[in-house]
């Protein structure tokens, strides 16, 4: 399945909500789903510049030439948001990676107006974080 139909899933998903409040409570719900990092894995060099709460992001390339992405952070709506961006870009080809517009991605599922600046600044530098270590590969 290529990003695009994991987006068009979670447009569908995002539909069946209806205002912006039942959105953020299902992106904090995705948040919570994620699988826990380690204390050694919250680290510096895991942290994600340019957001205002602690992200950290593991990227871990896999013999089929994929990247697996793992994530956490210490706010629930971001949690939530590298849910997204985790369901929609681990487990991809670098190159599928490398051409992903999350900016885009999230305008389609609503978010890209109901976030506050920082938390929008944010959402960008973790998505560019996972385009850079797909480059890197």
């Known amino acids: 399945m290529a990003i695009q139909d994991t987006l068009d899933e979670l447009v569908e998903e995002f539909d069946l909500l209806g205002d912006w409040e039942e959105r953020y409570r299902y992106v904090i719900e995705l948040g919570a789903g994620l699988e826990p990092l380690t204390e050694a894995e919250r680290n510096e060099a895991n942290k994600v510049r340019g957001c205002a709460s602690q992200v950290w992001l593991v990227t871990e390339p896999q ?30 080809p670098a190159s599928e990676i490398r051409d992903f517009d999350a900016k885009a991605a999230f305008a389609r599922l609503g978010l890209a107006g109901a976030l506050s600046t920082q938390r929008s600044n ?12 797909a480059e890197a590969v």
């Open 122 to 133: 944010g959402l960008a530098a973790m998505a560019a974080r996972m385009v850079r270590d």
């Open 63 to 92: 013999a089929d030439g994929t990247l697996r992405f793992r994530g956490d952070s210490d706010a629930h709506i971001v949690r939530g948001l590298m849910a997204v961006l985790l369901r929609l870009l681990s487990g991809r």
